[in-house]
């Protein structure tokens, strides 16, 4: 349901777009300004639609990556390691590490 709203500036911009154009050119009137506001429209709509797939196949990848990493929480006060947060001790020299929570 997340792609609708994309989807439905693209239909609008593309019927607006398409109805002056119609207009402008059979009836005389002069509506070129809603020709290229319809074709803004568009543009939007494939620009959001096109930004959702993106985001949504680029989601997959950071997820993973955040699961396996150990972000270093805090630096051991004896030699200055950084120490992750699933460690408890220095893996350089052993002391005891002091994790700073968020
Ligand atoms: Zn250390």
């Known amino acids: 349901m997340a792609g609708i709203s994309g989807f439905i500036y693209l239909i609008v911009g593309l ?3 398409g109805f002056s154009y119609y207009l402008n050119n059979n009836k005389g009137a002069n509506l070129a300004i809603f020709i290229y506001a319809g074709l803004v429209l ?6 959001k639609v096109g930004y959702k797939l993106l985001k949504s196949r680029g989601l997959e990848p950071v997820k993973v990556r955040r699961v396996q990493e150990s972000p270093v929480s805090a630096f051991c006060h004896n030699c200055g390691n950084a120490i ?7 893996t350089r020299c052993g002391a005891r590490a002091f994790h ?3």
């Open 42 to 47: 568009a543009i939007i709509g494939v620009i």
């Open 84 to 90: 992750k947060n699933v460690e408890n001790f220095c």
């Open 100 to 102: 700073h929570r968020k």
């Open 15 to 17: 019927f607006v777009s």
